[in-house]
């Protein structure tokens, strides 16, 4: 595949899946932070303060998630190209 | 127009699913900005453990899938064979050959 026409794809990719994230990070922060009582309209400070704090927590569990994952993605490979070596001499 | 490739979109689709259900279960304290230690251990072993979980259901899936493919197919065949013989004295045609009956169908 041309080299751009990887990129360009990669960074339309990259977009829907921030996108998608975003959506998440909305449902689960509104679900944890604001509670389904409509007599206001308005947010309390609490509330605000909450949502701030979700959205920064979040993203760091987002961050942390990636690492966790290439690190047991590596682990996995590590493991089967041991297994093959063995099966290979064996 | 090729898509960038689907097993790439299928990874990252389960990252940011995997993301969304570790912070709803560990992440309950929102009096602090940063994660706290335990929120931060929680998440590490929600990461192993929903990684190992998948893997565990792969083998089972790719395990138990073929025998139920096969029973499936047995359970067609069956089904078939003696609905075929009275309508034609020929056996049921492959999707290749052309069927007398076909035409009636069609209409």
Redesign the interface.
Known sequence: ?DPLRAQQ??A??EVE?MA??YN??T??CH???VPPYYKESELSKGECV?L???V???L???E???K??TE?SLQDEELLKRMQQGTGTA | MTRASPQLRDFLLVYNRMTEFCFRHCVCNLNYRLLTGREESCLDSCAARLVRANHRLMGAYVGLMPALLQRRAAEHEAAAGPAGLPDSPEPAPGPAEPSPAAPAAGT
Do not use: T
Request: net charge positive; with cysteine.
């Open positions: 595949m794809l990669a339309e990719l899946m998608d994230m998440r990070m449902q689960a679900r944890k932070c909450c701030d704090r979700c920064a927590k979040y760091e569990v987002h942390r998630m990636g966790k994952l047991l």
